[in-house]
């Protein structure tokens, strides 16, 4: 099974899944901006799988098949299982366990829409893609820490319910072409970097 980790699109994917592996770690712990800062890596990491796998000739079958299994894996992961753990710390109640629920649901829908049916000719996924989720969350983390304090225990699910639901919406919505891939490279480098900055100014 390792071998197929020797794939570059595919080592890149695992790449991804090991950041948002010491992500989760690191929220769990309390350390929220850092563990943020490496789940927007993961997002990095996805953009670019997708051009290596294009790029590259002569993959296998099995080779593409474990690939695509490995992206929408690490897609629950930053897009869901990290947005959840982090909001649902804030959440003094048993709501908590519920909306973490909701969002693995919404997460896991998602995909399984997006695996079957992809992208249409133009590059347009029908939904908002989850890798908005991360991004979205490190900004409000930002805003609490630079700007305004904020009741992050009310805010998140104001801002995540329905966040939630655009992923799930039947709306088009561009989600492949250079612009898109750079922008969405150029957004989790910043707000990873921010985090970070905004973390160490908090010590």
Do not use: Q
Not at 43 to 61: P, S
Not at 108 to 136: E, I, K, Q
Request: glycine residues 8%.
């Amino acid at each position: 099974m390792i071998a197929y980790l020797s794939d570059r699109a595919n080592a890149v994917t695992a790449l991804g899944i090991l950041c948002s592996g010491a992500a989760i770690g690191f929220v769990v712990r309390g350390h929220y901006e850092a563990g943020i800062a490496l789940g927007l890596w993961a997002i990095v990491a996805d953009d670019v799988d997708g051009e290596i796998a294009r790029r590259t000739k002569r993959r296998t079958m099995a080779t593409k098949a474990i690939g695509k299994a490995l992206d929408a894996f690490s897609d629950l992961i930053f897009g869901s299982v990290i947005p959840a753990i982090v909001i649902a710390s804030f959440i003094n109640s048993p709501a908590s366990a519920v909306f973490t629920a909701f969002l693995l649901l919404i997460g896991a829908l998602r995909l399984a829409y997006f695996d079957y049916f992809g992208l249409d000719d133009r590059g347009y996924s029908t939904g908002l893609p989850l890798s908005y989720a991360l991004p979205v969350l490190a900004a409000i983390l930002l805003v609490d820490h630079t700007i305004a304090p904020l009741e992050l225990g009310l805010v998140l699910p104001a801002v995540f319910v329905p966040l939630s639901l655009l992923h799930i919406a039947p709306f088009k919505i561009k989600a492949s072409g250079t612009l898109v891939h750079v922008l969405t490279i150029c957004v989790a480098v910043t707000a990873s970097a921010g985090l970070l900055i905004a973390s160490r100014a908090g010590t």
